[in-house]
């Protein structure tokens, strides 16, 4: 099993571009989340999903859009990237909804020029 | 006052020492603790939950004190590889949604 993975692994942009996220799991996992983590900072939510078709903000959702386009994928889109918004992206699924066992990915690392 | 906190750190101990610390939390609510290890520019990974009663796993004990409202780590006879981040993870009660401490960084030296 691949667990959680993501892509890219690393990435650059420009002020203003846009780009997607992307997350998958194959754990028959019914909740998946999108959170940053920033130095200094613990990892924050952006947003999440509890099941597929279902998304909801969490703690730093502005700047950013989601899709649950399935169960098994989750993306997060950037509509146009901002400086602050350079930061190591994870994704985690769990089974539940009470991220009781949740299970990361590899993370992306956005760095916004 | 940030929802969870750590010191963090380094601890910086010789193999075979112990090494513990705390991690802090401001919403009495709170029903759920964890204790994440990350490594070095990698994912996080549950280590343990901490249960009321307090748990062991192997040279790993999590206490819990909901008086004071803080949860604690120790690690027995560190090993080298043992060096990591720390997090302690905190649900906020009325949501389930985890709240992350900053982390905790430990060094076990040979």
């Known amino acids: 099993n691949a667990g959680v993975t993501q892509t890219p692994k690393f990435q650059v942009l420009k002020t203003g571009q846009s780009m997607t996220l992307q997350c998958a799991q194959d754990m028959n996992h019914n909740s998946m989340y999108w959170y940053r983590q920033d130095p200094g900072m613990g990892l924050r939510l952006i947003y999440y999903?509890?099941?597929?078709?279902?998304?909801d903000k969490g703690e730093v959702p502005n700047g950013y859009n989601v899709s649950r386009l399935n169960k098994r994928e989750f993306s997060l889109r950037l509509e146009s990237a901002a400086p602050s918004q350079t930061s190591v992206y994870f994704c985690?699924?769990?089974?539940?909804?009470?991220?009781?066992?949740?299970?990361f990915g590899p993370g992306t690392r956005l760095l916004v020029l | 006052r940030k929802e969870v906190e750590q010191d963090p750190g380094p601890f910086n101990v010789p193999e075979g020492a112990t090494v513990a610390f705390n991690c802090t939390y401001s919403?009495?609510?709170?029903?759920?603790f964890f204790w994440y290890r990350q490594d070095c520019r990698k994912e996080p990974k549950l280590l343990m939950s901490v249960y009321s009663s307090g748990n062991e796993d192997g040279r790993f004990t999590a206490q819990l004190n909901r008086a004071s409202q803080y949860i604690s780590l120790l690690i027995r006879d560190s090993k080298l590889s043992d060096s990591a981040t720390y997090l302690c993870?905190?649900?906020?009660?009325?949501?389930?949604?985890?709240?992350f401490g900053a982390g905790t960084t430990v060094t076990v030296r040979a």
């Open positions: 919403n009495s609510a709170s029903q759920s």
């Open positions: 999903s509890a099941s597929e078709g279902t998304t």
């Open positions: 993870a905190v649900n906020r009660g009325n949501d389930y949604k985890l709240s």
């Open positions: 985690a699924s769990e089974l539940g909804t009470r991220q009781e066992t949740q299970y």
